[in-house]
């Protein structure tokens, strides 16, 4: 099992897209979200959302927001940032990615000593 932090920052685009176009690609995120939840194995533990204290696009870190999840291996955590470049919005023309980016952290569960 692996403990992946999926970074997720927001492109320029989403910041200049007209209202309608925000409301489908927050409908798109919210599709991608429940597609890494419903992975075989998926443990999502935690979502952070800094958008309150952070204006404007992310192109690096830090991120707009965070998913801490436990995942079974490396093939599902290509197939959770691939939900980016497949998840459609509106009508399908743009996919979640032209909004927004994912860059996925692997690591393992830090258990502290006692």
Known sequence: ????????????????????????????????????DELPGVNILGIMD??????????????????????????????ACNFFRTTPVGDGTYKLWKYARVEARIGRELVVPE
């Not at 920052?9 to 176009?21: K, L, R």
């Not at 958008?51 to 707009?64: E, F, K, Y």
């Open 50 to 79: 800094d958008d309150r204290i952070m204006v404007g696009p992310s192109a690096t870190a830090p991120w707009t927001a965070y998913i801490m999840a436990d995942v079974p291996d490396y093939e599902s955590v290509v197939a």
């Open 1 to 36: 099992m692996n403990r992946v932090l999926f970074c997720i920052g927001i492109n320029q685009n989403f910041m200049d897209a007209p209202a309608e176009e925000g409301k489908q690609v927050w409908q798109a995120f919210s599709q991608m979200m429940q597609g890494i």
